[in-house]
């Protein structure tokens, strides 16, 4: 056993901070002197606080500590992957929104140049073709091409680009695309889960590529999140 005094010494945590830890069910003494209230700690416990010191290094809340010290090995490494994402998300769009500020507090705001796109698009038979099975389109904010189908015209493209066209009109959907290491692996109604969850793209593709993990994805796992926001705002993600 080892004093209260001592296991501060060794994880270089204060008898205050062990106390705040005891308090919140964190880092309970594995005995306590009736009579004194002189609290000891086993060796045994000297991982779990070397963790607790540094995760309260990295900034998160003691509850979220408490949830993270309680899983296994793997899933709390996910779990803090998935708060630091959170922690970067939050500062870009912080900085994001600093950057605002400062143009629009010194007047800069109104010099802001909205750029747009000069562009063109055609499909048609290949030389060696004699019909054409691609589709191509070009818009104000959305360029894409769509490999066709042998026979079926440029339907297949033409329906596949469509799918993409709201994308345009940039406010409130999220989109999602993945390779088949997460989509053949994960539960459709798992993929809607954490897309439907409020947070920055970042965070979720960071989710995304955690539950492809746990269900073994046997393939690579590549994931774009993106969320169609109004640019005449900071945009908070």
């Not at 290094?57 to 003691?62: F, I």
């Not at 469509?162 to 009109?169: H, K, N, V």
């Not at 539950?211 to 945009?235: F, G, K, Q, S, T």
């Given at each position: 056993?080892?004093?209260?005094?001592?296991?501060?010494?060794?994880?270089?945590?204060?008898?205050?901070?062990?106390?705040?830890?005891?308090?919140?069910?964190?880092?309970?003494?594995?005995?306590?002197?009736?009579?004194?209230?002189?609290?000891?700690?086993?060796?045994?416990?000297?991982?779990?606080?070397?963790?607790?010191?540094?995760?309260?290094?990295?900034?998160?809340?003691?509850?979220?500590?408490?949830?993270?010290?309680?899983?296994?090995?793997?899933?709390?490494?996910?779990?803090?992957?998935?708060?630091?994402?959170?922690?970067?998300?939050?500062?870009?769009?912080?900085?994001?929104?600093?950057?605002?500020?400062?143009?629009?507090?010194?007047?800069?705001?109104?010099?802001?140049?909205?750029?747009?796109?000069?562009?063109?698009?055609?499909?048609?038979?290949?030389?060696?073709?004699?019909?054409?099975?691609?589709?191509?389109y070009a818009g104000s904010r959305l360029l894409a091409v769509a490999d066709g189908m042998r026979g079926l015209g440029d339907r297949v493209g033409r329906a596949?680009?469509?799918?993409?066209?709201?994308?345009?009109?940039?406010?409130?959907?999220?989109?999602?695309?993945?390779?088949?290491?997460?989509?053949?692996?994960?539960?459709?109604?798992?993929?809607?889960?954490?897309?439907?969850?409020?947070?920055?793209?970042?965070?979720?593709?960071?989710?995304?590529?955690?539950?492809?993990?746990?269900?073994?994805?046997?393939?690579?796992?590549?994931?774009?999140?993106?969320?169609?926001?109004?640019?005449?705002?900071?945009?908070?993600?």
């Amino acid at each position: 056993m080892l004093s209260i005094s001592e296991f501060a010494r060794i994880t270089r945590l204060s008898p205050r901070a062990l106390r705040l830890y005891d308090k919140f069910g964190l880092l309970r003494p594995a005995a306590v002197d009736e009579s004194s209230g002189y609290r000891s700690y086993a060796e045994g416990q000297l991982d779990r606080a070397r963790l607790i010191a540094w995760l309260r290094r990295l900034g998160m809340p003691l509850a979220r500590i408490a949830q993270v010290c309680d899983l296994p090995p793997d899933e709390a490494a996910g779990a803090v992957a998935r708060y630091w994402a959170q922690i970067e998300a939050e500062t870009a769009a912080r900085g994001r929104l600093a950057g605002f500020l400062v143009d629009h507090l010194s007047g800069r705001a109104a010099a802001r140049v909205t750029l747009g796109l000069r562009c063109a698009a055609s499909a048609r038979p290949g030389p060696v073709r004699d019909t054409n099975d691609d589709y191509a389109y070009a818009g104000s904010r959305l360029l894409a091409v769509a490999d066709g189908m042998r026979g079926l015209g440029d339907r297949v493209g033409r329906a596949a680009v469509g799918a993409l066209r709201p994308l345009e009109t940039l406010a409130g959907d999220r989109y999602l695309l993945c390779t088949d290491g997460l989509s053949t692996v994960v539960p459709a109604g798992e993929l809607r889960e954490a897309l439907s969850v409020p947070g920055a793209p970042r965070q979720v593709v960071e989710d995304l590529i955690q539950r492809a993990y746990a269900y073994r994805a046997p393939d690579n796992v590549a994931v774009v999140v993106a969320d169609v926001v109004a640019l005449d705002e900071p945009a908070g993600s």
